[in-house]
């Protein structure tokens, strides 16, 4: 707990800043990135549920650890907080300034309106069976026995669900360029040597003409590689406009952003749809493969879990309506014990009171997602992995509904994630298509730490798992 000096401030005295480590800012950073969980961890213990972080070059970071302060940082979005311009300089280059994720205000609004459409009810649950064959096919070629690890062989699933019901791209020659381009580019985007870069030296390198013919630079490689992808992607934007009528009647993601028009009647870009379709690779691609990882690495370690997802699968029973079957609750679970992202900032344009506090305009605000995740007092036991706790009956409704409101693995408010649903189904379908075909038992007993890999948390050794046929005839 706080002490008193940290406690938070009465309604009558002026208020002071967040508590905070007093070390210097390089020693945070490198307690971050040497055990991130732990340097959190360690924040909220010391100072409780707010604190402030403070790294080298950048402004101090406020993060807060429950539900409900989580709530006042997400209704900055209403106010003084802008999380598009607080991406823009870390992941500007790859998705695009044009993107969602790096757009405030009525820009991020208009393309909001446009991208939901495709993105949510019946046109995402019309992929399903799409994404029921891609996993078949990849758990069919697995070996059989040995150890293997599964956020490659997730990454290899969700790769295809984004060029084939995102992308909506079926010619094979494509689909095989696609294939070895767009893990070249994510991987050139997240290295070292490029994330290191500041960002205005960055941003000079990715424009000079001069810098860019030097091979060796990583600026100038990634150049190349996000050249190649996007000529594929113009192209493909020109064949659906150039068939409007077809475009418009077409199921991927793609070809509904070419048919979408505004409330005054004006399409998206070519820009503007190619740095969308880019977000939702970004997005969509290793988070989803990651998030579907762990979750397995969690099942694996979780016989009761496993048995029972198991028994609902085979057993073909279905949920009635508006309750949660217990697949759906063991992805929420996953999501829940081991979140895939470390925050969701806001850089601040004005003052803004969270918790007591008033933050500073130029700050960073962050609701701390595996925080918020671990609060035992939305999730009891928060270390246990445990899907029950989504699911009325096996808990209190009361129990249930707090677990339910403090759940942010897609952040929340109104900048809560549009491809949420997407992910949602892809995990789902993947854990269903694979638990039918085959049998998972974890390679080696103990659990797999946290390794933080770009910006997101994946399992230590991938996801070793030992994969074998299932002999109870569930794959059919």
């Not at 972080?53 to 429950?66: D, I, M, N």
Request: proline share 9%.
């Amino acid at each position: 707990m706080p002490s008193a000096a940290h406690a938070s401030p009465s309604s009558g005295a002026s208020a002071p800043l967040p508590p905070g480590f007093r070390v210097p800012p390089a020693v945070q950073v490198a307690r971050l990135m040497a055990d991130p969980l732990g340097f959190y961890e360690a924040g909220r213990r010391r100072f409780g549920p707010i604190f402030t972080l403070r790294y080298p070059g950048l402004p101090p970071e406020v993060c807060v650890a429950t539900p409900e302060l989580a709530e006042e940082v997400f209704a900055t979005d209403g106010g003084p907080g802008r999380a598009g311009e607080m991406r823009r300089a870390f992941i500007g280059p790859l998705v695009g300034e044009e993107s969602l994720l790096c757009l405030d205000g009525e820009p991020w609004w208009r393309h909001r309106r446009l991208v939901s459409p495709p993105l949510h009810g019946r046109a995402v649950a019309a992929w399903a069976d799409r994404i029921a064959a891609i996993a078949a096919a990849e758990a069919g070629r697995w070996p059989v026995g040995v150890a293997m690890p599964l956020r490659p062989a997730m990454e290899r699933i969700t790769l295809e669900v984004i060029m084939r019901v995102v992308f909506g791209i079926e010619d094979a020659r494509r689909l095989g360029a696609l294939r070895v381009l767009l893990p070249r580019l994510m991987r050139l985007a997240g290295s070292a040597a490029l994330v290191r870069i500041p960002p205005n030296a960055r941003e000079r390198a990715l424009a000079s003409p001069l810098l860019l013919r030097a091979g060796a630079l990583p600026t100038t490689r990634y150049v190349r590689a996000r050249d190649e992808v996007d000529a594929i992607l113009y192209d493909e934007i020109a064949r659906r406009r150039a068939d409007p009528d077809a475009a418009a009647g077409a199921p991927d993601v793609l070809s509904q952003l070419v048919a979408a028009r505004d409330e005054d009647g004006e399409p998206l870009t070519g820009r503007e749809i190619r740095d969308e379709l880019m977000t939702l690779l970004a997005a969509g691609h290793e988070t989803t493969a990651t998030s579907l990882a762990w979750t397995f690495e969690r099942l694996v370690r979780t016989p009761h879990a496993m048995d029972a997802l198991v028994t609902e699968l085979t057993s073909g029973a279905t949920s009635a309506r508006g309750e949660t079957s217990y697949l759906e609750a063991v992805v929420k679970e996953g999501l829940r014990a081991r979140p895939v992202v470390l925050g969701a900032p806001r850089l601040l344009d004005d003052t803004a009171k969270i918790g007591g506090y008033e933050i500073p305009a130029g700050w960073y605000l962050s609701a701390s997602i595996p925080l918020v995740l671990s609060d035992p007092e939305a999730f009891p036991s928060p270390e246990r992995f445990r899907p029950e706790r989504f699911i009325a009956g096996a808990s209190s409704p009361e129990a249930v509904a707090r677990a339910n409101r403090a759940w942010i693995p897609f952040g929340g408010g109104r900048r809560y994630c549009a491809g949420a649903q997407l992910a949602l189904l892809e995990m789902r379908v993947v854990l269903a298509e694979v638990l039918r075909r085959v049998t998972l038992t974890a390679a080696r007993p103990e659990d797999e730490k946290r390794r933080l890999k770009n910006v997101t948390l994946v399992p230590g050794r991938s996801g070793l798992v030992i994969a074998r046929p299932r002999s109870d005839g569930a794959s059919g």
